[in-house]
């Protein structure tokens, strides 16, 4: 067999380095946290009501909206403040709580394959 006869291979495609920016492994753990807190249907519904509210929400209303016992809110609450969903502010002798819209939106950015799509 004749090597010189045998066709060049090239190096597919697959194989190229990726262009454009990575995250860093901090920032990729932060938002791994973030997905991780809302990988519970009832944190996808707290985020959901606090984003829909223009003003802070008491532990207290949310409670009957989701029709829990108030630890299991508040084990909930803790978790996204945890992760930087939401900021909590004291009243007293109750918690309100408001989106982090600038952490949700950092995680919205993750997201965004708006200029990844051809």
């Keep these: ?70 630890p299991t809110v508040s084990h909930h609450l803790k978790k996204l403040v945890d992760a930087g969903l939401l900021l909590r502010e004291q009243r007293g002798v109750w918690a309100f709580y408001r989106l982090d819209r600038d952490a949700v939106g950092r995680a919205a950015g993750i997201l965004d394959l708006e200029g990844a799509i051809a």
Excluded: H, W
Aim: hydrophobic share 45%; net charge negative; charged share 20%.
């Design 1 to 70: 067999m004749n090597v010189d006869a045998l066709p060049l291979l090239s190096v597919p495609a697959c194989c190229q380095p990726l262009d454009g920016p990575s995250l860093t492994d901090a920032e990729a753990e932060g938002t791994a946290s973030v997905f991780k807190a809302l990988s519970d249907p009832t944190r996808v519904k707290i985020v959901n009501m606090l984003a829909r509210s223009s003003e802070p929400v008491c532990v207290c209303e949310l409670t009957p909206a989701l029709r829990l016992a108030q």
